[in-house]
């Protein structure tokens, strides 16, 4: 039988090089898939590297991408640190999207400085606000949020939907429900010539830096990380465990909603019910492959956003379906676990 | 016809049951994992793999029973997967399930697109036909509405009997209830906890996957991308609602397709003018309601999300 085995200590070369290889081994897991479809898995993989970093356009597209990701990871990172469990990013991106839409599309003109924090603050407040119901449910009546913040996915996608063809619609849309534009004064602006990278990638650059300041060196990031860690022996210490997971649940839901201000007034310009392909979701694995590490949520959003991209674009050359890039990243999410825990653990036969 | 009559329609009693048939399943499978103490959250994935897998087995020419028994195969399979992670390494539940859910429902879509490159309206099988039981099926409305259904509702609803069954009158159960309550007694007792923690998750992920299964391959007739639809999710909060307890999940599941065949008939009613995504919204508020209902008396199998190490005190 094998047995695991904790290790004294993890030497540093080993917790660094895990997540690399375990993204290799990744790799090579899913090159059988490539092999069914009947096409070479390094021409396949090199295709998806070149759609993905290849040429500036490639480049500006995986940024692009990897903007909304990186907020979404950093709410998922934050909150699993707390335990957390927030699987509602979807829910509160939408929900940061539609206050955008709401203050943003002429109820509010504000010179362009003030009008896109204000969109930004507007929409964090939103998101936050909707995690906080399935978290009170948590804290006073012990309702697992798992369930909860999932569900409300679902709700809130429904309410977006119903706005888009009632009362947000817009009338100069030729049918199609979407809903206004966001004004001229709001709308994120381009950071790059030529391309789509907007003003929210440097919002959620900064708000990883922030969220890692906060987290490594702050009082309340000692908290949330003292209640993940141990809640019970967090509340003996006299450390007051629900608020601090109220106010951990303000910042996970705040990060989500920003990414819903950032795709809408940055990438498209106007809420529909397409806005997210799943950014909400992907967030958790963006989130687990960088450890809960903020940074690390950096590159872990690039990553997997270089994954969508060069996948839609290696599919369009080759007859390998683009869901390979789901395959990629979930296989990814658990060989990176595995890998994370052989660092703590060492595996012993016999 | 008005909001009340609709309860004394056969229609909405045989849609009840139909609409329960597959959280039946999944209710069941995650009860049986929970009881173990394994959250299953790679339920709304396990699903979805078994619609896409169940319904392919019948495209590429086997017959209806066999991929059912197909469908459970590949259920089992990644719950032993599940296992492998959330048992035998110790993982965390939650990261494991979720991960868990992302591959199986990335592959089957992978899957189906690559046997299926150019389908642009989705192909179509034979489903499971209603099954009149000689006799039951000739009484006056009960009849029509319970005892003309699909062979998997009957067989959902004798599989309650089943689990409950084993899981309070075997010693298999008295396992399962004990890995789930208190493994370093079951342990002491001889009894391997990681080996029935896995068999307990394979049944029940079997069984979740049968119950993704009954939409490709009775309730409709192709495999359609999302069609889970949250599903897996409604099946979680239901084992909250039963207690993790077999017959009730059976009462929380009928219940629950009740309400929402019945919002299906009353949005058709003249004179409602809600919108009707605020129908659609009912079964997702019904099962947090449930849930804010139930919590008080929760009482979650004590291991639940505790991994077992032998020799190691939790």
Same mark, same amino acid.
């Given at each position: 039988?094998?047995?695991?085995?904790?290790?004294?200590?993890?030497? &540093?070369?080993?917790?660094?090089?895990?997540?690399?290889?375990?993204?290799?081994?990744?790799?090579?897991?899913?090159?059988? *898939?490539?092999?069914?479809?009947?096409?070479?898995?390094?021409?396949?993989?090199?295709?998806?590297?070149?759609?993905?970093?290849?040429?500036?356009?490639?480049?500006?597209?995986?940024? +692009?991408?990897?903007?909304?990701?990186?907020? !979404?990871?950093?709410?998922?990172?934050?909150?699993?640190?707390?335990?957390?469990?927030?699987?509602?990013?979807?829910?509160?991106?939408?929900?940061?999207?539609?206050?955008?839409?709401?203050?943003?599309?002429?109820?509010?003109?504000?010179?362009?400085?003030?009008?896109?924090?204000?969109?930004?603050?507007?929409?964090?407040?939103?998101?936050?606000?909707?995690?906080?119901?399935? +978290?009170?449910?948590?804290?006073?009546?012990?309702?697992?949020?798992?369930?909860? !913040?999932? $569900?409300?996915?679902?709700?809130?996608?429904?309410?977006?939907?119903?706005?888009?063809?009632?009362?947000?619609?817009?009338?100069?849309?030729?049918?199609?429900?979407?809903?206004?534009?966001?004004?001229? @004064?709001?709308?994120?602006?381009?950071?790059?010539?030529?391309?789509?990278?907007?003003?929210?990638?440097?919002?959620?650059?900064? /708000?990883?830096? *922030?969220?890692?300041?906060?987290?490594?060196?702050?009082?309340?990031?000692?908290?949330?990380?003292?209640?993940?860690?141990?809640?019970?022996?967090?509340?003996?210490?006299?450390?007051?465990?629900?608020?601090?997971?109220?106010?951990?649940?303000? $910042?996970?839901?705040?990060?989500?909603?920003?990414?819903?201000?950032? @795709?809408?007034?940055? +990438?498209?310009?106007?809420?529909?019910?397409?806005?997210? #392909?799943?950014?909400?979701?992907?967030?958790?694995?963006?989130?687990?492959?960088?450890?809960?590490?903020?940074?690390?949520?950096?590159?872990?959003?690039?990553? %997997?956003?270089?994954?969508?991209?060069?996948?839609?674009?290696?599919?369009?050359?080759?007859?390998?379906?683009?869901?390979?890039?789901?395959?990629?990243?979930?296989?990814?999410?658990?060989? &990176?676990?595995?890998?994370?825990?052989?660092?703590?653990?060492?595996?012993?036969?016999? | 016809?008005?909001?009340?009559?609709?309860?004394?329609? /056969?229609?909405?009693?045989?849609?009840?049951?139909?609409?329960?048939?597959?959280?039946?399943?999944?209710?069941?499978?995650?009860?049986?994992?929970?009881?173990?103490?394994?959250?299953? *959250?790679?339920?709304?994935?396990?699903?979805?793999?078994?619609?896409?897998?169940?319904?392919?087995?019948?495209?590429?020419?086997?017959?209806?029973?066999?991929?059912?028994?197909?469908?459970?195969?590949?259920?089992?399979?990644?719950?032993?997967?599940?296992?492998?992670?959330?048992?035998?390494?110790?993982?965390?539940?939650?990261?494991?399930?979720?991960?868990? +859910?992302?591959?199986?429902?990335?592959?089957?879509?992978?899957?189906?697109?690559? $046997?299926?490159?150019?389908?642009? !309206?989705? #192909?179509?099988?034979?489903?499971?036909?209603?099954?009149?039981?000689?006799?039951?099926?000739?009484?006056?409305?009960?009849?029509?509405?319970?005892?003309?259904?699909?062979?998997?509702?009957?067989?959902?609803?004798?599989? &309650?009997?089943?689990?409950?069954?084993?899981?309070?009158?075997?010693?298999?159960?008295?396992?399962?209830?004990?890995?789930?309550?208190?493994?370093?007694?079951?342990?002491?007792?001889?009894?391997?906890?990681?080996?029935?923690?896995?068999?307990? &998750?394979?049944?029940?992920?079997?069984?979740?996957?049968?119950?993704?299964?009954?939409?490709?391959?009775?309730?409709?007739?192709?495999?359609?991308?999302?069609?889970?639809?949250?599903?897996?999710?409604?099946?979680?909060? $239901?084992?909250?609602?039963?207690?993790?307890?077999?017959?009730? /999940?059976?009462?929380?599941? %009928? %219940?629950?397709?009740?309400?929402?065949?019945?919002?299906?008939?009353?949005?058709?009613?003249?004179?409602?003018?809600? #919108?009707?995504?605020?129908?659609?919204?009912?079964?997702?508020?019904?099962?947090?309601?449930?849930?804010?209902?139930?919590?008080?008396?929760?009482?979650?199998?004590?291991?639940?999300?505790? #991994?077992?190490?032998?020799?190691?005190?939790?």
């Amino acid at each position: 039988m094998i047995r695991l085995e904790p290790r004294e200590n993890a030497p &540093v070369w080993l917790t660094l090089s895990a997540p690399l290889s375990a993204i290799i081994a990744a790799f090579i897991i899913c090159s059988t *898939l490539i092999l069914w479809a009947g096409e070479s898995p390094l021409q396949a993989y090199a295709l998806l590297f070149k759609g993905a970093a290849g040429s500036r356009f490639a480049l500006t597209e995986t940024l +692009t991408r990897a903007t909304p990701l990186i907020l !979404t990871g950093l709410a998922a990172a934050i909150a699993f640190k707390a335990k957390l469990w927030n699987i509602g990013g979807e829910g509160q991106f939408y929900a940061g999207a539609l206050m955008a839409t709401w203050v943003g599309t002429g109820a509010i003109t504000l010179p362009t400085y003030v009008m896109i924090p204000f969109l930004i603050v507007m929409g964090a407040l939103a998101g936050g606000l909707l995690l906080l119901i399935p +978290t009170v449910l948590k804290n006073r009546l012990k309702v697992d949020e798992v369930v909860t !913040t999932l $569900l409300l996915n679902f709700i809130m996608l429904l309410f977006v939907n119903y706005l888009l063809e009632g009362p947000m619609k817009d009338p100069m849309s030729m049918g199609w429900p979407q809903a206004a534009s966001i004004i001229d @004064e709001g709308v994120l602006p381009s950071i790059m010539a030529k391309s789509r990278v907007h003003l929210g990638l440097v919002v959620a650059l900064v /708000a990883a830096v *922030l969220a890692w300041v906060i987290m490594r060196f702050t009082v309340w990031g000692y908290e949330i990380r003292a209640v993940g860690y141990n809640a019970a022996a967090a509340a003996f210490a006299g450390l007051n465990v629900n608020r601090t997971i109220l106010l951990t649940a303000l $910042l996970s839901g705040g990060l989500a909603g920003i990414a819903g201000v950032s @795709e809408v007034a940055g +990438t498209k310009g106007y809420l529909t019910l397409d806005l997210s #392909p799943g950014f909400g979701y992907a967030g958790i694995a963006v989130a687990m492959l960088a450890a809960l590490h903020p940074l690390a949520v950096i590159l872990s959003a690039l990553f %997997l956003s270089g994954i969508f991209v060069g996948a839609d674009s290696m599919s369009r050359a080759l007859n390998v379906p683009t869901y390979i890039s789901d395959v990629i990243v979930a296989t990814s999410v658990l060989a &990176v676990l595995v890998s994370l825990m052989l660092t703590r653990y060492r595996l012993r036969w016999g | 016809m008005d909001i009340i009559e609709i309860l004394f329609t /056969a229609g909405f009693w045989a849609a009840t049951l139909r609409i329960a048939t597959p959280l039946i399943f999944g209710t069941l499978g995650e009860l049986i994992c929970e009881r173990a103490g394994v959250l299953n *959250l790679g339920i709304e994935g396990i699903m979805t793999m078994g619609a896409m897998a169940g319904w392919m087995w019948v495209y590429m020419g086997g017959d209806l029973t066999s991929g059912i028994l197909f469908a459970a195969f590949i259920g089992a399979l990644f719950g032993l997967l599940h296992c492998i992670f959330s048992v035998y390494l110790g993982l965390s539940q939650h990261v494991t399930g979720i991960g868990i +859910t992302m591959l199986a429902s990335s592959l089957s879509y992978f899957v189906f697109r690559m $046997l299926l490159p150019n389908a642009t !309206t989705p #192909p179509k099988i034979a489903p499971f036909q209603p099954y009149a039981i000689p006799g039951l099926s000739d009484l006056p409305f009960v009849g029509a509405s319970l005892f003309s259904q699909s062979p998997m509702t009957y067989a959902a609803v004798i599989m &309650v009997i089943v689990v409950w069954y084993v899981l309070y009158r075997t010693p298999v159960g008295l396992a399962v209830r004990m890995v789930g309550e208190n493994p370093l007694a079951a342990e002491a007792q001889g009894i391997n906890v990681l080996s029935v923690r896995t068999g307990a &998750v394979m049944v029940g992920s079997a069984l979740m996957s049968v119950g993704g299964a009954f939409l490709t391959m009775s309730a409709f007739d192709a495999f359609y991308f999302g069609m889970i639809n949250g599903r897996g999710w409604i099946c979680i909060a $239901l084992v909250i609602f039963a207690s993790w307890n077999p017959g009730k /999940a059976l009462i929380g599941a %009928l %219940l629950f397709a009740g309400i929402d065949a019945w919002q299906v008939r009353v949005q058709q009613l003249p004179g409602i003018n809600i #919108p009707y995504q605020f129908f659609l919204m009912a079964p997702y508020v019904l099962s947090i309601l449930a849930m804010i209902i139930m919590s008080r008396k929760a009482r979650y199998p004590k291991a639940l999300l505790v #991994p077992f190490r032998r020799g190691e005190r939790t």
